[in-house]
Each structure stands twice: as C-alpha cells, then as structure tokens.
C-alpha cells in the first residue's frame, strides 16, 4: 500500500502549481483522499480531501477559494492544484488515504505519502 | 471557531505510562470520533488510534485511546525511547466550515 506524490517546488507568490499523487497497492476508487500540510514548528492542517466518487470536496478555511482536489480513479491518481499561493502555502504537502470512502465522521488517516515540498518565496 | 487542544508536551521515564489529552472547544456536532498520530521526525505521521478507541493491526497495545464527553485521551504504557515523538490527535468537525481537524500536536519526552 503506497502513495507517492510529486509535483513540489519553489514557486514565486501568487503564482500556480500542481500537485499529484499516485496509489498502489490497494483498491483507489473505494476511498477517500485528502492533503495535509505541515509546516514546522505549526503542525499538521488539513487543505483538502475528496470522497470516493468525487461527489464530495472539502477545503481547509485557509486554502478554500484557491485550491482545487481532483482524482482519477482509472489513473489511481488525485491532483491539487494550488493557485494565487502565499507564504503562508509553504510546506510539506502529504497525500493521504483515508479509512472509509466518505468525508465523514469516520475519517481517519492510515496511509501517508513521504510528501512533497511546496516553497513559496 | 472549533479548535482541538492538546498540551505542547509531556514527559515521563522509560517503562512508565503517559497520557495525552485532547479537548475539543466549540464543536456542536453530535457524533465525532477522534483518530491519534505520530510524527517521528523525519518520518511521515502514522495512525495509532483510529474511532476513539481502535487500533490498526501493527499498534502494540501499549497505545490505547479513550474519549469522555468532549474530552479525549491517548495512553501510552511501557514507555519506551523509541516512543519520543509527537502525537497529534484529530476529528472530522460536520458543522459550518467542514473538516478535518488537528490538535496542535503534544510533543512526548522520554527521559
């Protein structure tokens, strides 16, 4: 069972970029996905995360507005786009599989990527 | 806003116990089940607690979950080195703005 994402880089404010993140090892189109950030020294934030079939989306209050979830289930893949960045989008982005197929009260992580390094500056 | 709370750190000696607490303020929703990490350095964060009170196959038992009201709280017993990391606990909040939700993590110390 394996996520693996890409797409990190230095990136000047208010620019754009794109996050992607492949699965392995387990059956993709049954589960939820989510992005979480850490930033050091404030912790882990959830930015984003996106129900099995697509139907439901959710933002972080902080990204809501400017970044975009999507997956492809035949791909095995979920992008973030990330738009009009700031400072305050510097981190390390964490693709992350969820317990159950909904955004719900059962939403727990139990499978993380190593994460991607976004820099804004 | 609805927030999650956790002291910044703890501490203990090796081979006791140590609990982690994790207070929710202002949630309204009803149901809510609170799910535990940790983060050694270096490493990605991994689940230890999932439902309040499961653990993934892999989890020693020494790590086990509790939640009363809106309160929440992570054991850990047998304290080992390997053990120093930090814990976040965390809860999807159904209510306005939807979510998911992180404490801001408790780091534990084993002297």
């Known amino acids: 069972v394996k996520l693996v994402e890409s797409g990190g880089d230095l990136v000047q404010p208010g620019r754009s970029l794109r996050l992607s993140c492949v699965a392995s090892g387990f059956s993709f189109e049954d589960y939820a996905i989510h992005w979480v950030r850490e930033v050091p020294g404030k912790g882990l934030e959830w930015v984003s995360g996106i129900s099995w079939s697509s139907e439901k989306i959710g933002y972080g209050g902080s990204v809501k507005g400017r970044f975009i979830i999507s997956r492809d289930n035949a791909k095995k893949s979920v992008s973030l786009q990330l738009n009009s960045v700031t400072s305050e989008d510097t981190g390390l982005y964490f693709c992350?599989?969820?317990?159950?197929?909904?955004?719900?009260?059962?939403?727990?992580?139990?499978?993380w990527g190593q994460g991607t390094t976004v820099t804004v500056s | 806003q609805s927030v999650l709370t956790q002291p910044p750190s703890v501490s203990a000696a090796p081979g006791q116990k140590v609990a982690i607490s994790c207070s929710a303020i202002n949630f309204d929703n009803g149901n809510y089940y609170v799910s535990w990490y940790q983060e050694v350095p270096g490493s990605a964060p991994k689940l230890l607690i999932y439902e309040d009170n499961l653990r993934p196959s892999g989890i020693p038992d020494r790590f086990s979950g509790s939640k009363s009201g809106r309160s929440a709280t992570l054991d850990i017993t047998g304290l080992q080195t390997g053990d120093e990391a930090t814990y976040y606990c965390?809860?999807?909040?159904?209510?306005?703005?939807?979510?998911?939700?992180f404490g801001g993590g408790t780091k534990l110390t084993v002297l």
């Open positions: 992350i599989k969820d317990l159950a197929g909904e955004l719900s009260s059962l939403t727990g992580f139990d499978v």
């Open positions: 965390g809860t999807w909040y159904s209510g306005v703005n939807a979510g998911f939700r």
